[in-house]
């Protein structure tokens, strides 16, 4: 793999700061022990936290053990203590389901804290030190591994300082600034159109930015923000307020025994005439007994504002809802399960999603096993797990054996058809869980298949320019000015940039912060991924009775006759 192919893994700032993270640079960091072949690439993780493999009280166990043996002979003054939301976790799903003891075993993943040993000051010791002690006296297969920071499907921007511009927020943008730095917030990026009028909102007023680095934080790098400019993200618009005509589609969707459940872990859902008040539409913040950890920082999907005093919204406020908007749209009788995991930031700490997912396979497991159909959080039989998240691993071999991947595979030999975003970073490098994804052909054997989804342009003919590739990719949806819904009650500080009455009638440009008419434009294989995922819940929504056998081989054998009427498949 190339350097131009390790991309930086993207993330605002505001999220190394929620989750005590950090950026791994291989090239600067502590290197490995000589004799071990890990070939290091940049990736996102926690400072103080590792992840095991296996619960608390099984595998988890005997590997803690090794590795406080293997960090106190080489001399590291760190502790190292089991996460009790991973105690409580165990408890919660072994009481509820102790047949499931062994699955858990297999695909859980215990949090380790790392603090310096002693009672006194005492200099930090880094995760990233603490794994390379593990793998030089354990092996390259330790049983521990970094804990991830998740993003959104994997935004390419590396943190850059977030900068106050001192001539106010928007004023700039009209008037070259008069020296290096005093840009305002978007102008200084954007290329000119090539015709006087054929620009887009922020295109037409923008100038370039005097010198390479000088520009604002968003403007040159992030994969949403970038509507001007050079690179593969060049023309795609941010995430801007938009007007979609007609009624929710669910109010002609045909009736069902058992509709469809799409499960959505993101930012969560917020309120929006389509979902509040829908029966069909379930926010679960416990799932099977266990407690989803409270992403930090304010609530995306209610007020959605950063955690800084400028009152900007969050870079992915309203992520969820848009995601589940396109489930709507494509597949309008489905029912939703919202799983809120993301921060205001699209991010999270690995070990709290791969929880999440653990409870909601075994609540699927205990409705298979009871027959049930309710949309009920506790005991729910899931048709299609929709991730619009990701994250990069350090190791720049494709990884063949990782929890993630045995969690994922637990689902499908339950019937569940999981669907991932390819990621937004036009790289080659694998992006997971999409990267564990089986191609474009119909793969061999009863096992189905994980779906890794790339973005296609509005046109449908040809593939975005930021979308990630690989031999994992499934197939490509659009993903480009994607129209979805946005949760009403999101408004922040960005005002319009014109505003005034005439002829006794309030008139403005738009107010890229104001989200309350519902529905915007957005892109990103965060949105190409639900619209495969809507699509082959709309060919599972069936209206006679065998849509009730939510029995693991029936929701297998209905999932593969979707996969290939979607996608052209046959046996």
Not at 123 to 134: G, M, N, Q, S, Y
Not at 198 to 207: D, I, K, M, Q, R
Not at 241 to 266: F, I, K, L
Not at 400 to 411: G, I, K, S, W, Y
């Amino acid at each position: 793999m190339t350097e131009d192919e390790q991309p930086v893994p993207g993330v605002h700032p505001w999220a190394l700061r929620l989750h005590d993270a950090r950026v791994l640079d291989p090239a600067a960091d502590v290197q490995p022990a000589a004799g071990d072949r890990l070939v290091a690439a940049p990736t996102l993780y926690r400072r103080s936290t590792l992840l095991v493999s296996g619960l608390p009280g099984g595998r988890a166990a005997a590997t803690l053990h090794r590795l406080r043996e293997a960090v106190e002979k080489a001399g590291l003054a760190v502790r190292l203590e089991v996460d009790p939301t991973d105690v409580e976790a165990e408890r919660a799903l072994t009481e509820r389901a102790p047949e499931l003891s062994e699955v858990l075993d297999l695909v859980y993943q215990t949090r380790l804290i790392v603090s310096p040993a002693g009672d006194g000051p005492a200099a930090p010791v880094d995760a990233w030190t603490v794994l390379l002690t593990a793998r030089a006296s354990l092996g390259a297969k330790p049983g521990v591994d970094l804990e991830h920071l998740v993003v959104a499907t994997g935004t390419s921007t590396g943190p850059t300082p977030l900068k106050v511009e001192p001539q106010g927020y928007w004023e700039s943008h009209r008037v070259p600034p008069t020296s290096p730095g005093t840009e305002g917030y978007w102008e200084s990026h954007a290329l000119p159109a090539p015709t006087p009028g054929t620009e887009g909102y922020w295109e037409s007023h923008a100038v370039p930015a005097p010198t390479p680095g000088t520009e604002g934080y968003w403007e040159s790098h992030g994969y949403w923000e970038s509507h001007g400019g050079q690179g593969p993200t060049a023309r795609v618009g941010a995430r801007t307020p938009a007007h979609r005509p007609g009624p929710d589609p669910a109010q002609t969707a045909p009736a069902s025994p058992r509709p469809p459940v799409v499960v959505v872990p993101d930012t969560g859902l917020g309120s929006h005439p389509w979902f509040t008040g829908d029966p069909d539409v379930v926010v679960a913040r416990e799932v099977a007994g266990v407690q989803l950890a409270t992403p930090p920082g304010p609530d995306p999907e209610d007020d959605g504002v950063g955690p800084d005093l400028l009152g900007r919204l969050g870079p992915q406020s309203g992520h969820g809802t848009f995601v589940a908007g396109v489930v709507r749209q494509t597949a309008p009788g489905a029912r939703l399960l919202a799983l809120p995991v993301l921060d205001v930031t699209g991010s999270a700490a690995e070990g709290d999603v791969h929880r999440a997912l653990v409870a909601l396979l075994v609540g699927h497991c205990l409705a298979q096993d009871a027959g049930s159909t309710a949309l009920d959080p506790g005991a729910c039989a899931v048709d299609l797990l929709s991730l619009s998240l990701g994250f990069y691993h350090q190791d720049t071999t494709l990884l063949t054996d990782h929890p993630v991947r045995d969690l994922l595979t637990a689902f499908a030999e339950r019937g569940v058809l999981v669907v991932t975003a390819a990621g937004n970073d036009a790289t080659r490098r694998p992006l997971y869980p999409a990267a564990w994804g089986s191609g474009p052909d119909r793969p061999q054997g009863g096992m189905l298949p994980l779906l890794a989804v790339g973005a296609l342009n509005p046109s449908g003919r040809t593939v975005a320019a930021f979308s990630n590739s690989g031999p994992w990719i499934t197939c490509h949806r659009p993903g480009v000015h994607v129209v979805s819904t946005l949760p009403t009650g999101l408004q922040a500080s960005a005002g319009a940039d014109l505003g005034l009455d005439v002829d006794g009638h309030p008139r403005s440009s738009v107010d890229p912060d104001d989200l309350r008419g519902g529905f915007g434009v957005w892109s990103g294989t965060s949105f190409a991924a639900p619209a495969l995922a809507g699509a082959l819940a709309a060919r599972l929504h069936r209206e006679d009775d065998e849509a009730v056998d939510v029995s693991p081989a029936a929701m297998a054998g209905r999932a593969w006759r979707a996969l290939d009427a979607e996608l052209g498949w046959s046996e």
